[in-house]
């Protein structure tokens, strides 16, 4: 009996020790366009230059009604403000092996930033 009871005790702890593992959390990238014609990626308060292939969160600022925010990569373009929003917006992106972007679209000659993705 005291085996069992043992043993028991051995999966319940196993168990909770793997449903409790922690999760590798998704990393966070900042973005900011506007107020002037200003925009910006940054990972831990650095200008974004190369990052490794996975799930990213955008996190992006939008502080002016004429600008947009523009994420594009090898096969995926998405807005994740647009004109006339002001405000926060957040988004998860998996990004992958190759060239990207960030840009304003309405001002992208003057607007815009890249990175490599590896």
């Given at each position: ?38 925009i ?16 990213y ?62």
């Open positions: 009996m005291k085996l069992i009871t043992t043993l028991v005790v051995a999966a319940v702890a196993l168990v909770t020790a793997a449903t409790a593992a922690p999760m590798s959390s998704v990393p966070k990238l900042t973005g900011t366009v506007g107020p002037g014609f200003t910006s990626l940054k990972k831990n308060g650095k200008a974004v230059k190369t990052l490794k292939a996975g799930k969160t955008f996190v992006v600022t939008d502080k002016a009604s004429i600008h947009n925010f523009v994420v594009e990569g090898p096969g995926f373009e998405r807005a994740i403000t647009s004109v006339p929003f002001k405000g926060t917006k957040t988004i998860t992106i998996t990004l992958k092996k190759g060239k990207w972007e960030f840009y304003c679209k309405p001002h992208e000659s003057g607007m815009h930033g890249d990175f490599r993705v590896t």
